[in-house]
């Protein structure tokens, strides 16, 4: 089993790379990712994260970090460890098997050029 | 007997709303000023540039009030105008920066509270906390101003001042409701600000007739800022707060406290030194 | 699975051009170059706001004043997508600024000089950020899809950067006598330092090669230092202004303009610490972080009484819940 998340330490310019000291005991905000729909009609659309102590703070701040410029008209946030993600060594197993049913795609089906409407 | 005697009040109502805005806009700026100052230097990256956001919408606010004044000036005959603004270097034009830039602190109209030092972000936060909710009463109130200008003003800034508002309670209780070093801040930093905070509430001449308020008004303001503030205290697990007979006052009249000479001798420096240039 | 087919299939997908994402297997190098470049990137957003910010209180007009104000805001904005885009990669931000503030970690030499006139936020905007925006732009099309993102983002609000700086120059380049002169003044110390932003010379850039066959780079520094100075010396002529090199000139046979040697002994005494600010902006960015500490300590704090107040309240309110029928 492979462990996907690793830390490390930094390394710069011609440095003899032994990284920095270990962190004291994080007392961090946590991290929360961050969707915005950009207009109403759209969906929601993952813009980044950011560390917020809870989801009302994390709301506000998204809208401080990422709404500058007008970019949204609806914030949702979550904290990022509620997000599950399938795992990117199953990806073969869990989306090739879709490539050969092409019979899914309205492209498929051969008709006669004047049907209308269809 | 020149026209202009020909209608006495005119004179009158031009110079009572100059100083009114004169009086929001530096209460404005002065406020952007402290707030811009913590850019850089705040305790986490996303609260940084909270609180820059809210310098933003002060300096922007004080530009709306400063132009607003600018052009009723720009509309009168020049000495007129000139003897109107105390200005202690004569303008080659009435704009928003010769007014913020051209008068000296005995001609600024701000409430002693805004121009008092940041301190920490305990004290930054009750100020703004203390003067948003300040601002969210009046605002309310200058709405139904008759002068469309002015009401228009108020409609766009109360949007801000309200999430200031929440902004700021949200600290408020956090740090009184946090640890005890937090609440101790927030304490110490309430002895500080509160003899100050009385001023808000006792309006010039210039205010009462420009917003067209009785001075009950201004009771009325006085009494919902108390509830909103004891209302927050509460959340904040922090004591009750009444005013007492006593408070700093002086502001409005053009008598500051030594800090605000520094501020304007920060941000006036470059216009000063290089007269009528363009920027 | 053998981790010589992981690097085979790794590398193939860069060359395809596709992007990788966080959860993907890729080489402990690439990972580490990424942390350290991102990293590294996202600490001179933040530091940068302070030789900026340093004129806020006194920009000349109320209109310079919001711009700058925006323009320092959106440089820690900056700072916070990057930073994001490295939490990815399994570092944390406490982590990332325990190695800047030890020192550990570097930053672009560039902010370590003083901001001394208003011109400078003039040059800063016009060089540093033109410089950056030449780093970056190749940037979005980076092979970390997270990196690439923010670089997206970065780029579409840095043009502002460049463009108001322009302005104030501009501005300046037609006004008195004394304003044409901090103009000039602030384009003679900038320039260099901002050559030197693209980093060594390609000889003496160890991390390149990799780096571009990674296609975390798709320029070397040098390239893109020779389109910098392409255009800059196109482009002060609308100032009225020069250059401080009279080594510049167009060379007809190259296509390009030819410009004098590089201090080279400067950048690595600034990378070193030996800058006229590398103290003083290091210590500004651990007293804001120390001074915060009770601050960030107090939020999470209040956080967690919430928390055990809404179990307690919940679990009360369980015991007197009606049965739903």
């Known amino acids: ?3 996907l998340i690793r830390k490390y330490f930094y390394g710069d310019y011609g440095e003899i790379e ?5 962190a004291p005991p994080s ?16 969906d929601h659309k993952h813009v980044g994260s950011l560390h917020a102590t809870d989801a009302a703070m994390a709301i506000e701040n998204a809208r401080d970090v990422y ?5 949204g008209v609806s914030i949702w946030v979550v904290e990022s460890r509620h997000i599950h993600a399938s795992n990117p060594d199953e990806a073969e197993a869990l989306y090739d098997p879709a490539n050969d049913k092409i019979y899914r795609h309205p492209t498929f089906y051969q008709l006669p050029d004047e049907l209308k409407y269809m | 007997m020149n026209a202009e ?6 004179n009158a109502v031009t110079d009572t709303t100059i100083n009114a805005m004169l009086q929001l806009a530096d209460d404005n700026l002065i406020m952007g000023h402290r707030c811009s100052e913590w850019c850089g230097h705040g305790p986490i990256l996303e609260q940084d540039i909270a609180l820059t956001n809210i310098a933003l919408d002060f300096v922007g606010q004080a530009r709306n009030f400063y132009q607003y004044a600018a052009t009723i000036l720009q509309q009168m005959p020049n000495e007129k105008a000139l003897a109107l603004v105390d200005f202690d270097m004569v303008p080659e034009q009435i704009t928003e920066d010769s007014l913020a830039c051209l008068r000296d602190a005995g001609a600024f109209k701000n409430h002693l509270l805004v121009e008092l030092p940041n301190g920490d972000w305990a004290q930054t936060m009750l100020k703004i906390f203390f003067f948003s909710a300040y601002r969210f009463y009046l605002f309310q109130l200058l709405q139904k101003n008759t002068d469309t200008q002015l009401a228009g003003i108020a409609e766009k800034s109360i949007k801000e001042v309200q999430y200031h508002l929440k902004w700021s309670s949200e600290w408020v209780i956090r740090l009184g409701d946090g640890t005890d070093e937090s609440k101790n801040r927030i304490l110490k930093a309430m002895d500080t600000l509160w003899p100050y905070a009385g001023e808000l509430f006792g309006p010039a001449k210039y205010e009462l007739e420009c917003y067209q308020l009785e001075s009950i008004a201004f009771e009325t303001l006085r009494v919902n800022w108390l509830e909103k503030v004891n209302q927050i205290f509460e959340m904040a697990t922090l004591p009750a707060q009444s005013f007492t007979q006593w408070h700093q006052s002086g502001g409005k009249q053009g008598i500051h406290t030594e800090y605000l000479g520094y501020i304007l001798a920060e941000m006036q420096f470059l216009p000063r030194t290089f007269p009528n240039a363009t920027w | 699975m053998d981790t010589t ?9 860069i060359d395809q051009d596709i992007k990788i994402e966080p959860q993907d297997w890729m080489p402990d190098e690439y990972r580490k170059t990424l942390i350290r470049q991102i990293s590294q990137h996202a600490h001179s957003e933040v530091v940068g706001m302070l030789p900026e910010g340093n004129w806020i209180t006194r920009a000349p007009s109320l209109r310079r004043k919001a711009i700058l104000l925006a323009k320092v805001q959106d440089e820690a904005g900056h700072g916070l997508y990057l930073y994001s885009a490295a939490e990815t990669l399994g570092i944390t931000r406490d982590e990332m600024y325990q190695q800047l503030h030890s020192g550990k970690a570097k930053y672009s030499s560039i902010f370590n000089y003083p901001t001394i006139s208003w011109a400078d936020m003039g040059a800063i905007g016009w060089l540093v950020d033109g410089a950056a925006i030449m780093n970056q732009v190749p940037l979005s099309r980076c092979s970390y899809g997270p990196y690439a993102r923010a670089m997206v983002r970065i780029c579409k609000e840095e043009s502002f950067h460049q463009r108001q700086g322009f302005e104030i120059l501009l501005t300046l380049s037609k006004g008195t006598k004394a304003q044409r002169k901090i103009c000039q003044d602030a384009i003679n110390r900038w320039w260099w330092p901002s050559l030197m932003m693209f980093g060594p010379t390609d000889n003496d850039s160890p991390h390149t090669a990799q780096s571009m066959l990674w296609k975390i780079k798709r320029f070397t520094n040098d390239e893109l230092r020779q389109k910098f100075v392409d255009v800059c010396a196109e482009q002060v002529k609308f100032l009225g202004m020069t250059l401080p090199d009279k080594d510049l000139k167009w060379n007809e046979e190259r296509q390009h303009y030819d410009f004098g040697p590089i201090n080279w002994e400067e950048f690595w005494n600034v990378v070193k610490g030996n800058g006229p600010c590398n103290k003083e902006r290091l210590a500004t960015r651990v007293q804001a972080w120390e001074d915060g500490a009770w601050v960030r300590d107090a939020a999470l704090a209040y956080e967690e009484k919430k928390a055990v107040r809404q179990y307690r309240y919940d679990a009360e309110n369980e015991n007197t819940k009606m049965p739903v029928s």
């Open chain 1, 18 to 22: 032994n990284g920095a000291p270990p």
């Open chain 1, 67 to 71: 709404t500058r410029r007008m970019e």
């Open chain 2, 5 to 10: 005697s020909m209608i006495p009040n005119h």
């Open chain 3, 5 to 13: 087919m992981l690097f085979a299939q790794f590398q193939k997908k």
């Open chain 1, 1 to 3: 089993m492979l462990t």
């Open chain 1, 27 to 42: 007392r961090e905000w946590p991290l929360w990712e961050v969707f915005i729909r950009s207009k109403q009609g759209l």
